[in-house]
């Protein structure tokens, strides 16, 4: 039996899935005819689309005023689900502060590392300065240690994220589906990176959908190349109502 558009909950990655990876993680650029499409398909949905990101709820609801859309920020340590907000408060995190401070003074003298202060999270960017790769590994891996266990290192295109051990994104994708109006539905989830395997696992499990952007290895059912061919296929989605990915799409 084909599955209407009522069975699907979507699940969306932010870099490098809906937008295109920048060199500066303040410099990320939302095409204009995006919000207008993942509203339209949001309204198909039956209001169970969410996007799924390390980036915080705050900064991905200004890039997509005056939509608002469901949202996992820091990897799922904030969320909003139709319309109910948890965030995640930055003083909970006393050790994590001062390990911020730490960092920026650590990477004051390597021109191109960049600290992103995501007040629950922290992630040390180097792709300005692909040279220093192993130094901003070891700066992430030694914070962790220093941290302890109740924090991890999530890796990703050319970023280290010290972030709390209870985040991510098959976490919370995990919560969704059991709220309304995700609950009972076949969940797709679409990204782009190392950060993305976790929910392409949970997706999986729970018999949807996984789609890839971009190479790399990947336990994705589906992959597609470029965030515009997706927004593309979006808009396809949105404007004619079927379900634009088949798995033997590669």
């Not at 919370?172 to 989830?189: A, S």
Request: proline fraction near 5%.
């Amino acid at each position: 039996m084909a599955r209407t558009n009522g069975d699907y909950a979507l699940f969306l990655d932010f870099d490098g899935t809906l937008v295109d990876i920048v060199e500066r993680p303040d410099a990320v650029a939302v095409d204009p005819t995006l919000p207008q499409v993942l509203t339209k398909l949001q309204e198909r949905l039956g209001g169970a689309l969410a996007i799924v990101s390390g980036r915080p709820v705050e900064f991905l609801d200004g890039r997509f005023v005056p939509h608002e859309f469901d949202m996992a920020g820091l990897h799922g340590l904030e969320h909003r689900i139709a319309g109910r907000l948890s965030m995640c408060d930055p003083d909970e995190h006393p050790a994590l502060r001062n390990m911020v401070a730490r960092l920026k003074t650590i990477v004051a003298d390597k021109e191109g590392i960049l600290i992103e202060d995501k007040g629950c999270s922290v992630a040390i960017h180097w792709r300005l300065a692909p040279h220093e790769k192993d130094f901003a590994l070891a700066t992430a891996h030694a914070a962790i240690e220093a941290l302890g266990n109740d924090y991890r290192v999530q890796h990703g295109k050319a970023v280290a994220e010290i972030l709390p051990s209870a985040a991510g994104k098959g976490k919370v994708i995990e919560r969704f589906l059991h709220e309304v109006p995700y609950k009972g539905r076949r969940p797709v989830f679409i990204g782009d990176d190392l950060t993305d395997e976790n929910g392409f696992k949970t997706v999986n499990a729970h018999g949807g959908l996984s789609v890839r952007i971009g190479g790399g290895e990947t336990i994705a059912k589906v992959r597609l190349g470029t965030p515009a061919e997706l927004r593309h296929r979006l808009s396809l989605w949105a404007s004619e109502g079927s379900l634009p990915f088949k798995e033997d799409d590669c």
